[in-house]
């Protein structure tokens, strides 16, 4: 006899019923839909959901088709490339020049967005390095970051370094300006906002530079260290006060990992002054200032003009997802629909 149940015989006591609640709920006793599947009721859902999915489909994909965009590729890999010195020279910085020609109106507002391929921003190692209470504005993070950053967590002379870790040591940090050659023989800049490039979440929320009384942000960053790869310190990135430190909208947009080796990542848009409407035809230049190293883990990097619709950015897959599958689903409905009429006649032959 166990402990307890010697107790409750010396208090002569009952032993505790392990017998579940008499309740619909334990005895498993609550009202059930058991629905008869028929022929009548199957083939419908079939066809109504394989018509719906096709027709959201054409949709879909026809809204993806509609969005213009236009790439420039500036790794440098190729002697032919404008910026191959840039990429094989060794000096930061350096600067390229890449023409480029639009054969017709880019309706705007157009999005400006570098992308990079065979960089793997989802290796767990990476992505775990960095420090989300530093970047969320916490003082004593920001001296003492998190062991996750190492080896980026302090430089040669043991200083914090701020913001710590792999990503941000990884910043994309290239500058890139576009040009329109105009109707006067010269070229002129086209106007690039980089405001409100980040998710407002981030902006807003997740993101917060520290606040120590009436310091300001190099008082504050006083004793830590920039990133190894970077070229000033992230108190400097921008000289407006609302972009600048932990807030800067490229500094946000990249610390946002992408799930696969080839991403895009916005980096500006064209919504203002003169070109805010698009893009017209004619010549453009890209000015690039060549910072971001990517030949030695043999990726490429390209500037991508696009236009947007209700959906977002040129994306055909979700489009065709949803084609496949109403497809799938209107053939189904066709064989059993042959099935059932084919044993319905042999069953009325029968009788």
């Known amino acids: 006899m166990t402990p307890a149940a010697r107790d409750y015989t010396n208090k002569h006591e009952p032993l505790p019923s392990l017998r579940p609640d008499n309740t ?22 079939f066809f109504i959901a394989g018509l719906s999915f096709i027709g959201v489909g054409i949709g879909l994909y026809y809204s993806s088709n509609s969005i213009t965009e236009t790439e420039c590729d500036y790794t440098g890999a190729n002697q032919s490339n404008p910026c191959y010195n840039c990429a094989n020279n060794g000096t930061t910085p350096c600067t390229c020049t890449i ?49 996750e950053c190492a080896p980026y967590r302090v430089d040669s002379k043991n200083l914090s370094i701020a913001p710590c870790g792999a990503i941000a040591n990884s910043m994309f940090n290239d500058s890139i300006q576009l ?8 070229y002129e800049e ?10 407002w979440t981030d902006y807003n929320i997740k993101f917060r530079n520290p606040k120590n009384g009436s310091q300001n942000l190099t008082q504050i960053f006083e004793g830590t260290a920039k990133p190894q790869n970077w070229n000033t310190t992230v108190y400097e990135l921008s000289n407006d006060s609302n972009n600048t430190g932990f807030i800067n909208e490229d500094f946000i947009v990249w610390m946002r990992t992408a799930a696969l080796p080839t991403f895009r990542k916005l980096y500006r848009r064209i919504e203002t002054g003169k070109f805010a409407s698009g893009l017209p035809a004619g010549e453009y230049q890209l000015r690039i200032t060549y910072n971001y190293p990517v030949l030695s883990f043999n990726g490429q990097k390209k500037i991508v003009f696009s236009s947007v ?5 040129k994306n055909p897959f979700l489009g065709i997802a949803y084609l496949v599958f109403g497809s799938i689903c209107t053939l189904f409905a066709f064989v059993m629909l042959c099935v059932f009429i084919h044993y319905q006649k042999r069953s009325e032959e029968e009788i």
């Open 179 to 186: 040009y329109y050659f105009n109707g006067s023989g010269m």
């Open 24 to 45: 619909a709920f334990t005895q498993q006793r609550l009202p059930a839909w058991q629905p008869l599947l028929s022929a009548s009721i199957v083939l419908p859902f």
């Open 99 to 147: 023409p480029f020609q639009l054969t017709q109106l880019f309706v705007g507002p157009v999005f400006m967005y570098y992308e990079l391929s065979n960089f793997y921003q989802n290796h767990y190692r990476y992505m775990i390095s960095r420090d989300d209470k530093q970047l969320s504005g916490f003082l004593d993070s920001l001296k003492n970051p998190a062991t």
């Open 309 to 313: 619709s209700w959906m977002g950015g």
């Open 190 to 199: 086209v106007q690039l906002t980089g405001k409100g490039i980040a998710w």
